[in-house]
C-alpha cells in the first residue's frame, strides 16, 4: 500500500467520521423514532445499520456513475446538492406529519379513574392512563399497521436520499488516475466508519437516556413521545436546510 493511498484512506475514515458526528440527522431521529415507538435497542441499530449502508450506497453509486461518465467533480457536487435539499423537505414533512399524528394521538390518551373498596369497608381512588403499564403491547400491536411499517422505510428513504458529500470528491481522486481498486477502498472505509459512528452514537445515547432515568423524570409526558419524536425529525431536516448540516 502507498504512502498515497494510506494518506486517503485515514483521510476517508477521519472524515466520515467528523461528517456523521457533526449530522444530528445522522443518529438523532433513529433514536427519537425507536424511544418513542418502544423498539428495542437491536432493533434501531439494525435500523440505523440499514439506513447508514443506504445513505453511503447513494453517494457511492452516484460517483462510480458520474467516474465511468466522465462528469466533474462540479457536476456531481450539483446533484449531491440537489439530493440533500431533497432529503432535509422529505425530513421536514415527515416529521410534521408525525408531529400532527402524534398530537392527536396523545388526546386518545386521557387519565381515567378507578375506584376499588378495601377490606374495612373505606373507599379508594385512582387515576390510570393505560399509557406507562401497556406502552410496549401498544407499540407491538401498532407496529404491524400504519405508522408501524411506514416509519423504518420512510427513514431509508429519507437517508438514501441524503447525499455523503464528502465522500464525492475522495472518490474522485483515485478514479481521475483509474486506480479502481484505490477508489474501492476508500470507498469501503468511509461507509463502514459512517455507518460504524452512527450506530456507536445511537447506542451511547440511548444508553445515556437510560443512566439519567429520563423516562421516570418525564413520566407524565410518555402520551406525547411521538409528537416529541415527529418535532426532533423536523428539526434535523430545518438544521440541514439552514446550517448545510
Not at 98 to 114: A, E, I, P, T
Amino acid at each position: 500500500m502507498t504512502n498515497e493511498l494510506q494518506m486517503l484512506i485515514w483521510g476517508a475514515a477521519s472524515i466520515a467520521f467528523i461528517h456523521t458526528l457533526l449530522g444530528p440527522d445522522h443518529y438523532l431521529p433513529f433514536v427519537a423514532i425507536g424511544k418513542a415507538r418502544g423498539w428495542t435497542v437491536l432493533r434501531i441499530l439494525g435500523i440505523t445499520a440499514l439506513c447508514g449502508l443506504g445513505h453511503s450506497a447513494g453517494s457511492i453509486i452516484l460517483g462510480i456513475m458520474g467516474a465511468y461518465a466522465g462528469y466533474a467533480l462540479a457536476d456531481l457536487e450539483v446533484i449531491e446538492a440537489l439530493r440533500g435539499d431533497a432529503a432535509a423537505w422529505v425530513l421536514v414533512s415527515f416529521g410534521l406529519v408525525y408531529l400532527v399524528w402524534g398530537m392527536k394521538r396523545s388526546q386518545s390518551h386521557k387519565s381515567h379513574s378507578h375506584l376499588h373498596t378495601h377490606g374495612d369497608g373505606t373507599l379508594h381512588r385512582h387515576n390510570h392512563d393505560h399509557i406507562s403499564s401497556h406502552a410496549h403491547i401498544h407499540e407491538a400491536k401498532t407496529d404491524q399497521k400504519g405508522f408501524g411499517v411506514f416509519t423504518p422505510w420512510m427513514l431509508f428513504i429519507i437517508f438514501v436520499l441524503g447525499p455523503c458529500e464528502p465522500l464525492i470528491p475522495l472518490m474522485m481522486i483515485p478514479a481521475a488516475s483509474g486506480e479502481w481498486v484505490s477508489m474501492a477502498l476508500t470507498v469501503g472505509v468511509f461507509a463502514f466508519v459512517t455507518i460504524g459512528t452512527m450506530m456507536a452514537v445511537v447506542f451511547a445515547t440511548i444508553f445515556g437516556l437510560k443512566s439519567f432515568s429520563f423516562e421516570n423524570s418525564f413520566s407524565g409526558l410518555e402520551k406525547y413521545a411521538h409528537a416529541f419524536a415527529g418535532g426532533a425529525l423536523s428539526l434535523c431536516g430545518i438544521g440541514m436546510i439552514t446550517l448545510g448540516l
